[in-house]
């Protein structure tokens, strides 16, 4: 059991350009989800997957924001036209389809949009 | 959704003190969990707690489902126990909901 693992760590990017983050789960947890924290805030939701479907997604996510898991497995996340308000901690977490439903969390990929 | 609220928000605590957070929510809860977060900004899990008591270390934790809502003891606190504490849950769907945070300082 590696634990939850989010790739770049950190992310500067200029404004109006397009990033990509991707989270690679707990093997054989078939949910992963995206959250985003501000800087003293507690972390919001923004969407989850069941295996490769999404099955939810918040209000938070605009239409510049798109999530993938195509084979159930890694998930990536892309914003496109970054804007500074998007500058945020990016986290990842999974868990089993059932039973005790703990979300365990990766280390997340901190963005600074300039 | 639910509503979650933490208290005290700060904390500052002397070395070998013992503490109690609370975690209150709106509506029943499915899933409660309680984490820390360190100061890289890692969310290690405390607690999955949707009800009754809990116990590692000196952490323990306390849901009372009935009544709506959670506690999270620190005993004998240690200057690595610093950062942020939050409670997080949910009762529909499957999206953890937080509340805002204990920012806990222990000075040596």
């Known amino acids: 059991d590696t634990g939850v693992s989010q790739d770049p760590r950190h992310k500067i990017t200029k404004r109006g350009q397009n990033v990509t983050f991707r989270c690679d789960p707990i093997s054989e947890h078939n949910r992963l989800y995206w959250y985003r924290q501000t800087l003293g805030q507690g972390p919001e939701f923004l969407t989850y997957f069941q295996n490769e479907a999404q099955l939810e997604k918040s209000r938070l996510l605009s239409d510049r924001f798109s999530a993938e898991r195509p084979k159930g497995s890694f998930s990536t996340l892309e914003i496109q036209r970054t804007e500074q308000g998007d500058s945020a901690m990016y986290l990842c977490?999974?868990?089993?389809?059932?039973?005790?439903?703990?979300?365990?969390f990766g280390p997340g990929t901190r963005l600074l949009v300039l | 959704g639910i509503q979650v609220e933490q208290s005290p928000p700060d904390l500052i605590l002397q070395e070998g003190a013992n503490s109690t957070l609370r975690c209150n929510f709106s509506?029943?809860?499915?899933?409660l969990q309680w984490f820390h977060q360190n100061p890289w900004g890692q969310l290690i899990n405390l607690f999955y707690i949707p009800s009754g008591t809990k116990q590692n270390g000196r952490l323990s934790a306390t849901t009372v489902a009935t009544e709506r809502y959670s506690l999270l003891y620190i005993s004998s606190s240690q200057t690595t126990d610093s950062g942020v504490y939050f409670c997080a849950g949910y009762n529909a769907g499957n999206m953890l909901t937080f509340g805002g945070g204990t920012r806990l300082m222990v000075k040596p």
């Open positions: 509506d029943s809860v499915n899933n």
């Open positions: 977490a999974s868990s089993r389809l059932a039973g005790q439903e703990t979300q365990y």
